[in-house]
């Protein structure tokens, strides 16, 4: 894109008429591919296929095929079927225990004197640790929380995978319809090349311009070479996105076309607020948060203890039945830290949805100036550059008729557009 922008510059400063009508002959290449680029807006995009066996896939089909196979979307969904087990878990009463226990008399040996004493015994008991009211049902609501939050992760990562898939897809599609137009202007700039030559050789030139020529043919071959690894990049980033083997064939994109933007600064500003999953993600982390500082709260009461004890004494003496009930009294110094604690992860948390909110608000409306900057851009290209670089053409052939060479080779718009921004500058 080089060579298009120096030959408005390399014109002004001409002084013979055999380099200006030179330079008027590649100019009237890049016009006249201008102005079929119209016609034909995706002819870039069919050549590129036709140098591909594989057909093209549309993005739809890659982000289904990618929600099935993806592996970083497969993690996050077991990682919430996992976490919607330890609600019951943490809500559960603790462990029975149950208690066998042998008393003897006189004697260390098991179950010695067990027939004549009525001290000796073999008891059979259970004891429950029971939770104060309420606290097993905050235990619950925070593991639910927390599933909550892997649960709106899902969708995090879905998004995630989306617009990388998203973002390589399009960049791709980009690539192989550009790299069509290189390989057309690498053509013509060999015709250019050979044209500047041969006005060389029959003393109408001179050696400048056939260095120029070439230097203008290397740096496309550049570009292709450049085009070509950028190209090999995005197709394994989206075979590891689909989880493909690096060896499967290649993906050929669909060709690109302009969409208007539907929605106003205001609308994309309130869906991020009520849909975006990074936002409801630190939502979902503030509830859990709250429901801890409640669950530490409630540690502060006291838990009990139930226990029953049978012993039995072989039968000549009566049998020995016990009941118990014990109070757990807490440690009240830890669980203050354990609350400060929770409160100042609620805190974290709250301030955390706050910073999300205002990042995930800039970044779409930095998002929404770019989409109505490159709208206008588009505009600017297709209703200002293109026609004023054409106008500038004929005026300046009217001037210098350029002398008979071979046939113009038509060259895509997008030559066009960037010969007409260097013309701007």
């Known amino acids: 894109m080089e060579a298009s922008c120096a030959f408005p510059r390399q014109l002004a400063r001409a002084r013979s008429r055999g380099v200006t009508l030179i330079r008027l002959g590649i100019v009237l290449l890049l016009v006249s591919s201008g102005m079929q680029g119209q016609q034909n807006g995706i002819a870039g995009a069919a050549d590129a296929q036709s140098h591909s066996s594989t057909p093209p896939v549309s993005l ?32 559960a009463l603790p462990d029975t225990q149950v208690t066998v226990q042998q008393f003897a008399v006189g004697s260390p040996r098991p179950f010695a004197g067990y027939t004549n004493s009525e001290f000796a015994y073999v008891g059979l008991g259970a004891s429950q640790e029971i939770p ?47 790299l069509s137009v290189l390989e057309r202007n690498d053509k013509l700039l060999k015709d250019v090349e050979q044209i500047v030559e041969s006005r060389y050789r029959v003393g109408q030139g001179n050696q400048q311009e056939v260095l120029k020529a070439q230097l203008q043919s290397t740096k496309i071959l550049q570009e292709i070479t450049m085009h070509h690894r950028e190209v090999g990049q995005l197709e394994a980033q989206l075979k590891q996105l689909l989880n493909r083997p690096q ?13 208007t933007l539907t929605y106003t600064a205001s609308d994309l500003l309130s869906l991020a607020k009520q849909q975006n999953p990074d936002v409801q993600t630190h939502q979902a982390m503030l509830a859990k948060t709250e429901s801890q500082v409640e669950l530490a709260k409630k540690e502060f009461r006291p838990d009990f203890t139930v226990q029953y004890m049978y012993q039995n004494t072989n039968r000549k003496f009566r049998d020995y039945y016990m009941a118990g009930f014990s109070v757990i009294l807490p440690n009240r110094g830890r669980h203050k830290a354990e609350l400060a604690e929770a409160e100042a ?27 109505q900057a490159s709208a206008e851009q588009l505009k600017i290209y297709k209703d200002g550059l293109i026609p004023q670089s054409n106008a500038t053409f004929q005026s300046a052939l009217v001037a210098n008729p350029p002398s008979p060479v071979k046939p113009a080779v038509p060259v895509p718009a997008t030559v066009l557009m960037s010969f007409a921004t260097g013309m701007t500058t």
Do not use: C, M
């Not at 739809?60 to 196979?69: C, G, I, V, W």
């Not at 617009?163 to 599609?173: E, G, N, P, S, V």
């Open 60 to 91: 739809k089909d890659l982000l289904r095929e990618a929600e099935q196979n993806s592996p970083e979307i497969a993690v996050a969904e077991h990682g919430y079927a996992a976490a919607t087990h330890v609600a019951r878990q943490a809500s």
């Open 132 to 178: 104060y009211p309420g606290k097993r049902g905050l235990r619950g609501q925070v593991a639910n929380r927390e599933a909550d939050v892997r649960r709106v992760q899902i969708e995090s990562v879905r998004r995630t995978v989306t617009d990388k898939i998203k973002a390589a897809y399009f960049r791709l599609a980009y690539l192989q319809q550009t």
């Open 247 to 259: 060896e499967s064939p290649n993906i050929q994109a669909e060709p690109l076309a302009a969409r």
């Open 345 to 371: 992860t609620r805190d974290q948390a709250n301030k955390q949805l706050e910073a999300a909110v205002q990042q995930r608000l800039a970044e779409v409306q930095d998002q929404y100036v770019v989409a």
